[in-house]
């Protein structure tokens, strides 16, 4: 609909610039008569001449050969046509300005002889100046032909590249939408099969927490599922979302895991990508915690004017690169992709190891504006 809105807009704005532009075309001429002679026809078609014909030839190119031969490759034809056009022109504006000098000619002549006739002996015959050579006004007239098919040419290869850098951001547009979309589904599953195995390990020796679990899948499920879905969300069911989840993942861990999750949002209607922190959350309760050693995550999101911040930090725990492959780092390099695709020069990623290497810290600042 804003498309149609866009091409009626833009359809009148050149109806509006060809009026000014052939009235400035035709207008012209009539500065150049001398009034204080007097005005006829015969001198007002004399200037209207050329005007007339480049009326005829731009449009000629406008509406057919431009958008029918030129666009579509058939350029042979288009100058040919073009050249019999400008030389129809040209014969045609000498003739005719010959031929309304020659009335003027004999009406100046039978003036004179009506001065003389009457006995007015002051009467001088007008001084006559030597016409330039015809050669001259003919490439006058076709150098002035030729602008309006130039410029009809330079309108639709200008129009042709607005509609290629259209399609193409449109392209990269409908890319970027169907990388979303991916990045989205994978998601799904890497977020599902983490909590699934939550639930497994909870059956095994507490029933009832690992149905009370079902309970809060079913919650993020229908976030995950319907939210997800959107471009954007509100911060306050993303919070409410990795609050849930939080609380979902702290049922399995041990009693000396220490869990904290703060929010500290002004704006809770801000609109954000739905679940682009999740995988920080993530990825900390895979490598940031230990099932024998006293550890922590902490989890804090804020807020300002302008931005919104996640920051996760969790105790440290140095991996072997040579046997331990747990880090794949899939939910990372998903987050980074979104980011790029959604918040592109909008978003700050720190992360790395405090300097007594005890904490992993991974903070994203991003702008909402």
Not at 102 to 113: A, H
Not at 124 to 148: C, E, G, I, N, Y
Not at 313 to 340: A, C, V, W, Y
């Amino acid at each position: 609909m804003s498309k149609i809105v866009e091409n009626t807009k833009s359809h009148k704005s050149e109806i509006i610039y060809h009026i000014i532009g052939w009235v400035i075309v035709f207008g012209n001429p009539l500065f150049t008569i001398n009034t204080n002679e007097g005005i006829d026809w015969g001198t007002l078609l004399k200037q209207f001449i050329m005007p007339i014909c480049l009326f005829v030839i731009f449009y000629c190119n406008y509406f057919y050969l431009v958008p029918k031969l030129y666009i579509s490759g058939k350029r042979h034809i288009f100058y040919a046509i073009n050249v019999v056009l400008i030389t129809g022109c040209t014969l045609f504006n000498v003739n005719m300005f010959k031929y309304m000098m020659r009335l003027e000619r004999r009406q100046q002549m039978r003036i004179e002889k009506a001065e003389a006739a009457q006995g007015n002996k002051n009467t001088k015959s007008k001084k006559h100046w030597k016409p330039m050579p015809a050669l001259f006004f003919h490439a006058r007239d076709v150098l002035t032909f030729s602008f309006p098919i130039g410029l009809t040419v330079a309108i639709f290869t200008n129009r042709r590249l607005k509609k290629s850098e259209q399609e193409r951001k449109e392209a990269e547009l409908r890319q970027k939408e169907a990388e979303l979309r991916n990045l989205r589904s994978q998601i799904n599953p890497h977020f599902l099969l983490n909590t699934l195995n939550n639930i497994y390990a909870l059956i095994a020796f507490n029933t009832g927490k690992a149905q009370t679990s079902v309970l809060e899948l079913s919650r993020l499920l229908r976030h995950v599922l319907y939210d997800n879905q959107q471009e954007y969300t509100t911060v306050s069911k993303e919070l409410e979302f990795l609050e849930s989840y939080v609380e979902l993942m702290k049922i399995r861990v041990a009693s000396n895991i220490s869990v904290n999750f703060k929010s500290e949002v002004s704006d809770s209607q801000r609109l954000i990508a739905p679940l682009i922190f999740i995988s920080l959350i993530e990825n900390a309760f895979k490598h940031g915690i230990s099932p024998i050693e006293s550890s922590f995550i902490n989890i804090h999101i804020t807020d300002n004017n302008n931005s919104i911040t996640c920051c996760v930090t969790n105790t440290n725990f140095p991996k072997n690169n040579h046997t331990d492959k747990s880090g794949s780092g899939i939910g990372l390099e998903q987050i980074r992709k979104r980011l790029e695709l959604t918040y592109p020069g909008k978003y700050t990623w720190e992360k790395g190891v405090s300097d007594d290497n005890k904490t992993y810290y991974s903070r994203i600042t991003i702008n909402t504006l």
